[in-house]
């Protein structure tokens, strides 16, 4: 079922290396997010996107960053200063800012 | 600070029998309440939202502002419904999502 896709399901990462999620959504929607979820632990906000070219940092965004050049793309950036990289990440996007939302599948990233 | 909590990391039943996954919150405004579903191998998605009132695959959830809760109920649980379950609470500073930690759901046969 399409709606929204991130590539890829899995994503290994070296130390220090930088690596970028893909989400892609074919909805039409305007807001885009992005969750990080741990054993245990909810969902935990990384970044938004309100609009296309708009950003805001979520809760725990150190050591990510966003773009929002296409309103149907919104690619995750795991940099090196992220300290724990390790998890499992949702993209999500809705038809407004904070309608309930659309998740994707999720993309594990492991270190290597 | 908005928080959301899950007491109940798994709640195992047998079919048949009433169910409920508790769901507390803190938020010193009026939140909007929700609970999201992730059956096995299936995305995470909408079961229902306290604004509707609505009753969706037979669950229903009550908004408690007196005792902080949003606890997501259903009178005979069905295997099918066996699935992580995730409350979520959008407030606070540019009305975000907070979601808990999440229940495990299994219903025996």
């Known amino acids: 079922d399409g709606g929204i896709t991130q590539s890829p399901k899995y994503l290994f990462r070296k130390e220090g290396q930088n690596v970028t999620l893909s989400c892609e959504q074919n909805?039409?929607?305007?807001?885009m997010y992005w969750y990080r979820q741990d054993p245990g632990q909810g969902l935990r906000l990384i970044y938004y996107?309100?609009?296309?070219?708009?950003?805001q940092k979520g809760d725990i965004a150190e050591g990510y960053s966003v773009s929002r050049e296409k309103k149907e793309s919104f690619p995750l950036t795991v940099t090196s200063a992220q300290k724990n990289p390790t998890a499992f990440y949702l993209c999500?996007?809705?038809?407004?800012?904070?309608?309930?939302?659309?998740f994707g599948d999720g993309t594990r990233l492991s270190i290597l | 600070a908005q928080r959301v909590t899950q007491p109940e990391k798994l709640l195992s039943v047998f079919k048949g029998a009433p169910v409920e996954l508790k769901c507390n919150y803190s938020?010193?405004?009026?939140?909007?309440l929700f609970w999201y579903v992730q059956y096995s191998r299936q995305r995470l998605q909408l079961l229902l939202r306290?604004?509707s009132r609505e009753s969706i695959k037979g669950f229903t959830a009550d908004l408690n502002k007196g005792e902080t809760s949003f606890h997501l109920k259903k009178p005979f649980a069905q295997e099918e419904d066996s699935a992580m379950y995730y409350c979520?609470?959008?407030?606070?500073?540019?009305?975000?999502?907070?979601f808990g930690s999440g229940t495990k759901l299994n219903v025996k046969p």
């Open positions: 999500a996007s809705s038809i407004g800012f904070n309608q309930p939302q659309h």
């Open positions: 909805l039409n929607h305007d807001a």
């Open positions: 996107s309100q609009i296309v070219n708009d950003f």
């Open positions: 938020y010193s405004g009026s939140p909007e």
């Open positions: 306290h604004i």
């Open positions: 979520a609470l959008k407030g606070g500073n540019f009305n975000k999502f907070y």
